[in-house]
């Protein structure tokens, strides 16, 4: 019982995370995802310190091993900068489906930079995933072209991010983890944001925002926050590995925003696509469970 109330406090928090992707979507167009990037991190910040101080005291705040918590911090923010505009792009699930490479990604950078080893059962779901990636981007190469490698990249950039979360393993809670993580990924965006201003790139000029445009903002702020804290506490209450796999609700929950909320339906090249890559995931997350047994 206590493991089917983590796994759905967990699907809870993922489902959670696509609907603020749907929202970030919503303003396409209205605001550079430069500047959306680093408002929503701001608006995040305090948040989490409030969260941070009233849980562990003014000790969390004093940062370990600051160099790594950077590196995860930089990771972040080339991920959602990556993402937002695939967002803009793109349909949402195709987006989120690309970036579902990222556990295939992570293994095979554990392999290189944490010395773990990959059987020919991950490198079997590496391929498939690929394949499922193909079969997404063929359309949107031929409508977009390079652009639409952008949630590729953004999966790399996560995969980072995980492979540093591993190494910063004990380095703080998960609350302070995720404050550090954010404190380190702001002054980067907001970089960002003020020199695509300043670029004379007409899509990234910052102007004033309309008021829809911080609440919406704040919105993913808020959810995104309280998401990574659902699946937390999904995690402790079942285990990584059940909880983990909860992350396959955000394909389906993006589709149907597609479907119902931006009228767009994908093509049967584009589903099989998707099956590939969950597969390929689900196969790569019951590696480590089986070699356990």
Partial sequence: MRKSTGFVIALAGFALLSCGDAVIKSMAGEWPATAIAALRFCIAIPLLGILVLAQNGKQALVVRRPVLQAARGVSIAFASLLFFLSLFFMPQAEATAIVFVNPILTAILSMVFLRERMNYAGWASAAVALC?????????????????????????????????????AGTGTAVVLQFYLALAATPLLMLFAVTGHYSGIEALQVTTPDWSIIARCAIVAVSASLAHGLIYVGTTRANAAVAAQ???????VALAIDAFIFRHWPDLAAMIGVVLIISAGLVNGLIPLMRRK
Avoid: D, S
């Avoid at 079969?135 to 639409?148: F, H, Q, V």
């Avoid at 909860?246 to 389906?252: E, F, G, M, R, S």
């Fill in 246 to 252: 909860a992350v396959y609700i955000q394909l389906p």
């Fill in 132 to 168: 499922g990636v193909a079969l997404i981007l063929r359309p949107n190469l031929a409508e977009l072209g390079l652009i639409a490698l952008l949630p590729l990249v953004a999966a790399f950039f996560f995969a980072c991010m995980m492979i540093f979360n591993r190494m910063a």
